[in-house]
């Protein structure tokens, strides 16, 4: 398992590097900017890139993971279709091809007539990432990858990454917006159970060079299997109080005004269910909750293996509140991977259905998990 958490840290990079190339070189970044002001000349091409940026990031992991662990073919799966539809209105399935030419005539497909804009992502496509890591190489662990399966989100908080804003000032050290919450998400869980076991969160846009003024960017992975425990990052300082609480901006007044007297009065709003999970992880937060059913597998997945390798872990929120309200005495049931959603079609066969609360210490999650008890609906 140890050359196959390698391999996802390898993916994660590449991934990370074409998403600042579509920010860096000019014919992808003014694609970029057209999206973002809205211009009418040919919006539904232009409307569309930030989708095939979403696929061929998608299709590069799979396709890289596929190479290497032949047994993971059919077992990756991530928020986007392949199928892009172009300009002219012709079903593209976008994949990496076996040469970069071959890969940047089937982009240039679906780019016509921005044939630089193709060669520039089938190059990065076909570019393997440096990986200098004696923490992974050092690594010995025992699991079969034929036992894994694997969920990607190829960017997550897309619309900051479109937006690609840089001036939005830290609260307590949470970005509540901007282009350092879109990340790269992998994780990887046991096919039987549904527990992640490997995690990788890619963070492509953590700061600028000084010198060069290029964005650069890092990532940490975590190992939650059997008794196994190992994570890139330190393991979190002891609970504070009061508890620091990160939401999204559209969470409905009830769950806020239960919260906001176990957070001091004080609670805190960040983009991307990606992200605020990375705030729990960091230490920056001490849970994200979200009581709607508005995230899914691969939003969760590589988050909730890190959490888990920390000690902590992210429940299910209904199931939790509902096995406290008819007086269950064990763990609250943990959000799991396998199982799509009964009586749902399309992605919302995955969706986090009841919401769900992230976590490091297990004391902050009975403290929010009282809080919420008694909130109607929930």
């Given amino acids: ?222 190992v939650a299997y059997q008794d196994t425990r190992l994570c890139s990052l330190s393991p979190p300082p002891p609970p504070r109080p009061p508890p620091r609480v990160v939401l999204s901006r559209a969470e409905g007044p009830g769950v806020r005004a239960a919260l906001d007297p176990l957070c001091g009065g004080h609670l805190h709003f960040a983009a991307g269910a990606g992200y605020k999970m990375l705030c729990v992880i960091l230490g920056l937060a001490d849970a994200y909750v979200l009581s709607e059913g508005s995230t899914f597998a691969w939003d969760a997945c590589a988050p909730h293996a890190i959490l888990r390798a920390l000690g902590g872990g992210t429940v299910a929120l209904a199931g939790a509140l509902r096995a406290r309200r008819v007086g269950e005495n064990g763990p609250p049931p943990e959000l799991l991977y396998n199982r799509p959603a009964e009586g749902a079609v399309g992605a919302e066969r995955w969706a986090n259905r009841g919401g769900l609360v992230a976590y490091v210490h297990p004391q902050h999650l009975e403290a929010v998990l009282d809080a919420l008890a008694a909130v109607p609906g929930l």
Wanted: charged share 25%.
């Fill in 1 to 222: 398992m140890a050359g196959l958490l390698k391999a996802l840290v390898s993916a994660s990079e590449k991934a990370a590097d074409i998403a600042r190339l579509c920010r860096h070189e000019e014919p992808l970044f003014q694609l970029l900017v057209a999206e973002k002001t809205g211009a009418d000349k040919n919006r539904r091409f232009l409307q569309d890139f930030k989708t095939l940026a979403d696929v061929l990031i998608q299709e590069v992991i799979k396709h890289d993971l596929g190479t290497e662990f032949p047994e993971l073919q059919g077992h990756i799966g991530g928020e986007e279709s392949n199928e892009f539809t172009n300009a002219q209105g012709e079903t593209v399935a976008v994949r990496v091809c076996g040469t970069v030419g071959e890969t940047a005539a089937l982009l240039g497909s679906v780019l016509a007539p921005e044939q630089a804009a193709a060669e520039l992502l089938a190059a990065a496509a076909h570019r393997d990432a440096a990986l200098g890591d004696a923490a992974l190489d050092g690594l010995a662990l025992s699991i079969h990858p034929g036992d894994l399966a694997i969920w990607i989100d190829p960017i997550d908080s897309t619309n900051e990454y479109i937006g690609g804003r840089e001036d939005v000032a830290p609260v307590d050290g949470i970005s509540p917006a901007g282009l350092c919450s879109a990340l790269v998400l992998i994780g990887a869980y046991d096919r039987c159970s549904g527990c992640p076991v490997l995690g990788v969160i890619n963070e492509p846009f953590f700061r600028r060079d000084p010198l060069t003024h290029r964005w650069q960017g890092r990532y940490h992975w975590g």
